[in-house]
């Protein structure tokens, strides 16, 4: 298997279960356009901005909205997420992701988180992992939201490495295309039937700690 000298980390669904938390908000958003928001609709959201999450939503739901409703939807919508993950501790990082961290540290390999959350850091900070992270680029300091690939080039090109040196791990479908478009390797971290085109499938983090992870890099 080929070696990599950087390895970018998505935030929400692959360090932490966040992804669940983006779900209920938008849930609760969306049934007051009695539009109820399903699991499978919800894969369309992971990745994306929270504009462009509500875009979809209107969407899914047939409905249009005037430009002040829009933006007070989109603070209601984060007001309720801050409000969800408050409570997030050290205690909710997923199986094999501190573990993986402390190795790749210890292997002198670049780490970078590539997120589309403008909530990136906050979450970072709740898990005391921030740290690890030579580089963070997050909703704040990016213009186009994933499948683009601008998340992950910055993130390379800060950390001064190759796209083809660099390694992504994402739990959306957005993100790995995101990944694959950057010229870098995807490993998908969920079930294959959610993904195209990336290099690698585990069903969660652990698995990949646990094996092919020391192969990668
Ligand atoms: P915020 P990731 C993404 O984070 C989430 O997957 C997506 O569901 C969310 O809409 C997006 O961040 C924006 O988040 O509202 O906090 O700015 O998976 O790219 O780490
Ligand atoms: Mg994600």
């Not at 998505?10 to 932490?16: P, Q, T």
């Not at 992270?133 to 704040?140: L, Q, R, S």
Request: net charge neutral; charged share 25%.
């Amino acid at each position: 298997m080929k070696k990599h000298e950087c390895a970018l980390f998505d935030l929400d669904g692959v360090i932490v279960d966040t992804a669940k938390y983006h779900f209920l908000a938008w849930k609760k958003i969306a049934s007051n356009f009695k539009y109820n928001l399903t699991h499978e609709d919800n894969e369309l959201l992971k990745g994306v901005s929270r504009i462009e999450s509500l875009k979809i939503i209107l969407k899914l739901a047939n409905k249009s909205l005037d430009e002040v409703l829009f933006e007070k939807i989109l603070i209601q919508k984060n007001k309720d997420y801050l409000n969800f993950i408050q409570n997030i501790t050290p205690e909710d990082i997923l199986p094999g992701i501190s573990e993986a961290l402390f190795y790749l540290k210890k292997k002198q390999i670049k780490i970078g988180l590539g997120s589309a959350s403008k909530n990136a850091k906050i979450v970072l900070d709740l898990l005391e992992l921030t740290s690890y992270f030579e580089v963070i680029i997050d909703g704040n300091n990016i213009n186009r939201s994933k499948p683009d690939p601008e998340v992950f080039l910055r993130g390379s090109s800060a950390l001064g490495i190759a796209p083809d040196k660099c390694l992504v791990f994402e739990d959306s479908a957005s993100g790995i295309l995101a990944a694959k478009t950057a010229g870098m390797t995807a490993v998908a971290i969920g079930s294959p039937d959610t993904f195209l085109k990336e290099d690698f499938c585990y069903p969660n983090f652990l698995t990949f700690f646990k094996g092919d992870l020391h192969q990668l890099f």
